[in-house]
């Protein structure tokens, strides 16, 4: 069994059911066998959210992103020599929260000043005052450069933030600098959320600010999970959430406890438990929990982190009539501490954050937030995490959390419908739109100066999660959730990240591969590397949006197939699906894989009988909406890599 966190102490619950039968043997382990009219639906055309011209474009801008992106590592490997205290991979890490690996300048004809946020600089994204901290100053002081050197050239970009945190590290440390091993990455939480750039902290300490903490906290996610896409590499080293931050902290993060064994493992209950569909830490006795766990009152999933009392009106002059989409121009903890400045003179209702689209409400829907000049009147609105210029911002959580966001709107308001939605192609200027349509960019409204959320927001694709039942899913149709041809979507953690992953080792890794496709121009290939310090049978929870529900497509149970197409380069391989339910998550009957050629594997949502229960679940599939927790890989242990591709995640109703 591979485990990948620590658990609390105290043993209260035990959580999870037996592995189902099928992934154990017996004749339920075959290939679905396709009717005639099966098999000529699959190849029937189906609904691809990204139009031919997208996906060119999204093509050269991976290939422009990773000649960029190829000259950072041997920089970092220079930094971390210079400053040995800094733990391995914490400035990628950093680099990929604050920039995406893509140097960041004032940019006025692209909106890069967006909402006057101070101005990110270089691949660190330093700030350089602006009513945030003059980050670009004391590195300046420190390395003896001048600040527009450092806001400019990489290599002293990477050195200046590399020497601001070592700083950081050593006052920690107490100046105790005899040792020279670099600490654990969980042991520099409190450097790190010192080190964050944002509004100087005055009366209060570092860790009860939550726009710092959610600065650690997402620099620690990028580190747990890894990353390894389009010339960005994070080295995967898992994290110790409770050793990072104390219970309180993660209830409030929603820390990825996905990594526990969820058959096995056994967690401390006394105030807090895991949730077994979120599978994350939630308190269970508010009145000690405290503002930690402050729920929105207006949309349950988000956080309530409310913006300066200056920066918003605390009424209304005109009834909700409309959703304005932004993009933040910068990142989810530095947005939530410029709307806290009370210089800012700026506020939307929501942000939320790329990663794994986490919401934080910080307006009240009853009242206005300031985010589109003449429209504040009668519009909500939401910010997203990241830059126009750089598709990497916006992931599949993140698109899923702020459609279920609009979605619970459309609900609401009788004036926003979700059909009324701007489903056109997206465009990097102004674009105004009729008022008819009332859900669309800030770059859609008249009167405006942004061009957020730009070229690389794929209105269609959004359109779609919102109305799902039209075009892009209904009732004939087939969907596709992941077609891997321009990210990896909702699979963007490694096969081992799960602690329910038993047999192989953290060498195992899921990445595009353009070499080997069944449709279109890339897949993802699955390399599944033994454990060997273990003689377990192989059973791979590959998670889908981190095993987040939130993070994940809404899929339709009714007359609903979910499968895919998948390869595998080796005999003996099974597969399985884990649908997350609304009383836990059920895991289907495995069906084997042929080898060596393209097979598609399909389970039908409403036959309970393809169905078992696993954590939290009855066995059958009962809720009319469900989410894809994870696909499942089985096979008896081996000492050779097995190589899986998978294709065209799909679901037909």
């Known amino acids: 069994m591979l485990v990948r966190t620590g658990v609390f102490a105290s043993v209260l619950v035990a959580l999870g059911l037996a592995l189902p039968t099928a992934a154990q043997g017996g004749d339920q382990l075959r290939s679905l066998q396709l009717s005639t009219a099966d098999a000529a639906s699959i190849t029937a055309p189906i609904h ?24 950072f590592p041997p920089l970092f490997a220079q930094a971390y020599e210079q400053y040995p205290q800094i733990p391995k991979g914490v400035l990628e890490a950093i680099a990929y929260s604050q920039s995406r690996w893509l140097p960041l300048k004032a940019d006025a004809e692209h909106g890069e000043n967006h909402h006057h946020m101070p101005t990110a600089h270089g691949v660190m994204g330093l700030y350089g005052g602006e009513g945030f901290t003059d980050q670009l100053g004391q590195a300046s002081r420190l390395l003896g450069v001048p600040a527009e050197v450092i806001a400019r050239d990489d290599r002293y ?94 209830v409030q993060l929603r820390a990825p406890f996905v990594r526990l064994d969820l058959e096995k493992d056994l967690i401390d209950t006394g105030d807090y438990a895991i949730d077994p569909v979120s599978e994350t830490l939630v308190g269970m006795n508010p009145s000690k929990s405290g503002d930690a766990t402050a729920k929105s009152t207006d949309y349950g999933p988000a956080i309530w982190n409310p913006a300066h009392s200056s920066n918003y009106t605390a009424s209304r002059s005109a009834a909700v009539s409309a959703v304005t989409i932004h993009t933040a121009q910068g990142s989810y903890a530095g947005t939530i501490s410029w709307f806290k400045n009370s210089a800012a003179n700026v506020s939307a209702h929501y942000v939320i954050r790329s990663s794994d689209g986490q919401v934080t409400q910080m307006v009240r829907n009853a009242h206005t937030g300031w985010h589109v000049r003449n429209h504040n009147s009668y519009t909500l609105g939401i910010e997203h995490e990241g830059y126009v210029n750089n598709s990497s911002w916006y992931t599949t959580a993140m698109y899923n959390a702020s459609a ?58 959004y359109y779609n999660l919102l109305n799902p039942g039209s075009g892009g899913g209904g009732t004939g149709t087939t969907r596709i959730l992941a077609s891997f041809e321009s990210t990896v979507g909702p699979f963007n953690t490694s096969p081992a990240y799960s602690g329910s992953t038993t047999g192989i080792s953290t060498a195992s890794t899921a990445q595009r591969d353009c070499s080997m496709r069944r449709n279109g121009n890339c897949s993802l290939q699955v390399k599944l590397v033994d454990n060997p310090n ?89 809720a009319s909406s469900v989410t894809l927790d994870a696909i499942w890989f089985y096979r008896a242990q081996t000492a050779y890599n097995v190589f899986v591709y998978i294709d065209d995640v799909q679901i037909r109703n």
Request: glycine fraction near 10%; charge should be neutral.
């Open 48 to 71: 691809y959210d990204e139009d031919p011209a997208m996906l060119a474009r999204l093509k050269a801008e991976e290939a422009q992103l990773t000649s960029i992106r190829a000259a």
């Open 157 to 250: 970009n990477i050195l200046a933030a590399a020497a601001l945190l070592a700083r950081e590290i050593n006052a920690e440390r107490g100046n105790r600098r005899s040792s020279k091993a670099a600490p654990e990455a969980e042991d520099i939480v409190p450097a790190l959320v010192r080190y964050a750039g944002f509004t100087p902290l005055e009366g209060k300490s570092a860790v009860e600010d939550f726009a710092r903490t959610s600065f650690a906290f997402d620099v620690l996610l990028a580190l747990d999970r890894g990353v390894n896409e389009k010339g960005m590499v994070v080295p995967e080293r898992a994290v110790q959430w409770e050793k990072a931050f104390g219970t309180e902290k993660l």
């Open 404 to 461: 279920a966001l609009v979605r619970n709107f459309c609900s609401k308001y009788s004036a926003i419908t979700c059909s009324s939605a701007y489903k056109g192609a997206p465009s990097s200027g102004i674009n105004v739109l009729a008022s008819s349509v009332k859900i669309k960019g800030h770059q859609h409204f008249s009167g405006q100066t942004h061009t957020d959320p730009g070229i690389n927001w794929n209105w269609a694709h």
């Open 534 to 622: 273990t003689s377990a049978a192989w059973a791979v929870r590959l998670l889908s949006g981190g095993g987040s529900p939130g993070s994940n497509t809404a899929l339709t149970r009714a007359n609903g197939k979910v499968g895919f197409w998948v390869y595998s380069g080796g005999t003996g391989m099974s597969a399985a699906l884990g649908i997350d339910d609304s009383d836990g998550t059920e895991r289907s009957i495995a069906r084997t894989i042929p080898a060596n050629t393209w097979t598609y594997l399909e389970w039908n949502l409403a036959d309970a009988s393809q169905w078992n229960a696993w954590v939290g679940g009855n066995g059958a599939i009962t």
